[in-house]
């Protein structure tokens, strides 16, 4: 503050010293050119306004063309105008003040250079008290220093980024590796905020919507009806239908999983793996299927077929007595067992079983066809080529059949089988 201080002070005794300077001159000049009685300088104006600049660049004079005189003195007339005489100048009150005009400045080769340095010199040996001496002088003849604004704050700077931690290396052999810094501790959780002006908003948007559906008419809602064992048993007939039981036997397994007492089910799903080969899963499933309902006649139908299939002829033939107690007019069931007769060695009964199976249905083509191998097996060549011969009337496919059929062996080389086998053929084709 103090150095600040003395710089003021120093400036303005500069800018005075020029003003008094300015003046001096101007005055030698007029009282040169016309002799007049001697003028003492007043005291500065009080609307005077010194510029303060700093001492590093003090502002020079700009040079002008041609001195003009100072109010305070006389100079020079310019050219085309009259000498200017003491006697034309006006009347001065003595009793007033003079009031001085503003000097305008002189050229810079009026000044003497060596003038301004001597009194820089001589002001900057000047002791602290002298020059606020000096001031003092100033403010008592009406002089007001211009304020100094407030140096401006110094802008914050901005944190140097830290740096970046070297990489880590990659410790020899031999060399211990560098101990590793510990973790920071798990920083704690902040506290869940207040609900704001959001929270507020979105209770409101609640509370409207609230309000909207309570306005709403109520109406029954339906629920999607879910699926059912007997939906996913339909599904596997369908699948079964077209020869795909893998298909078949997946939604048949759905449906018992679905409901575990479903007859159907089980049956169909035994159907189909024995279409696909699993005899033993089939085997299962038909078991499971008698065992929830025991007088079932297609079930114990085609586990006697399954039986006869794998050979198991007592336990076919069981099957098919207890089918028949069931249902004693079933011709399939009766075709079914006069074939277990037959691969089991016995022709007569298998005999029985096919001829009242074709009394029953005249059109059954398996019935006369198995009462034409049994009576070919029996040696009764004359009643197996009737038989055969109705059996291939009803279905004359079955021609392929009989011609490699081992139980009508007798019959092979006869003219009248031979003949049959090709009218068969030919209305076949």
Do not use: C
């Not at 600040?4 to 300077?21: D, E, H, N, P, Q």
């Not at 060399?175 to 207040?194: I, L, R």
């Not at 929270?199 to 059912?228: C, G």
């Not at 097996?377 to 009989?402: D, K």
């Amino acid at each position: 503050m103090k150095r600040t201080l003395k710089r003021i002070l120093l400036l303005s005794f500069v800018v005075a010293f020029v003003l008094v300077a300015v003046r001096f001159v101007a005055h030698r000049r007029g009282a040169a050119t016309l002799p007049v009685q001697p003028w003492t300088p007043a005291a500065p104006p009080r609307d005077v306004h010194v510029e303060v600049h700093p001492p590093e660049a003090p502002p020079s004079p700009e040079p002008a063309e041609a001195a003009e005189p100072a109010s305070g003195g006389l100079g020079p007339a310019a050219p085309g105008e009259a000498p200017v005489s003491v006697a034309s100048l006006p009347a001065v009150d003595a009793s007033q003040p003079p009031t001085p005009a503003t000097p305008e400045p002189a050229s810079a080769a009026e000044f003497e250079p060596g003038l301004l340095t001597s009194y820089f010199e001589s002001v900057a040996a000047t002791a602290d008290e002298d020059l606020a001496g000096h001031l003092a002088t100033l403010v008592e003849h009406g002089w007001e220093p211009t304020p100094v604004p407030p140096p401006e704050p110094e802008p914050e700077l901005e944190p140097a980024p830290a740096p970046e931690p070297p990489p880590e290396s990659v410790p020899r052999a031999g060399e211990e590796p560098p101990p590793t810094a510990e973790p920071p501790a798990a920083e704690q959780p902040e506290p869940p905020e207040p609900p704001g002006p959001a929270s507020l908003r979105d209770a409101e948007l609640a509370k409207s919507l609230e309000e909207a559906l309570t306005e709403l008419p109520s109406a029954t809602i339906t629920p999607v009806p879910k699926r059912t064992a007997e939906s996913y048993l339909d599904e596997g007939n369908v699948y079964f239908n077209v020869g795909q039981y893998a298909l078949a036997i997946d939604r048949y397994t759905t449906a018992v999983e679905m409901d575990p007492d479903l007859v159907a089910a089980y049956y169909n799903r035994a159907n189909a793996r024995t279409r696909a080969g699993e005899f033993d899963s089939a085997l299962a499933d038909y078991d499971r299927a008698l065992q929830l309902q025991p007088f079932d006649a297609d079930a114990l139908n085609n586990r006697g077929m399954l039986h006869l299939y794998r050979a198991n002829y007592g336990e076919a033939l069981r099957d098919f007595n207890a089918a028949l107690v069931i249902d004693p007019a079933d011709t399939t069931v009766m075709v079914n067992r006069g074939l277990a007769h037959l691969q089991a060695g016995d022709a007569a009964a298998a005999l029985v079983d096919f001829q009242e199976a074709a009394s029953l249905d005249a059109g059954d083509a398996a019935a006369a066809y198995g009462a034409g191998q049994a009576s070919a097996v029996l040696g009764n060549r004359e009643e197996a080529l009737r038989h055969i011969a109705r059996a291939l009337e009803l279905n004359p496919s079955q021609a392929s059949e009989a011609a490699a059929d081992p139980n009508l062996a007798v019959l092979q080389g006869d003219p009248a089988f031979l003949k049959l086998l090709r009218d068969s053929a030919s209305r076949e084709g």
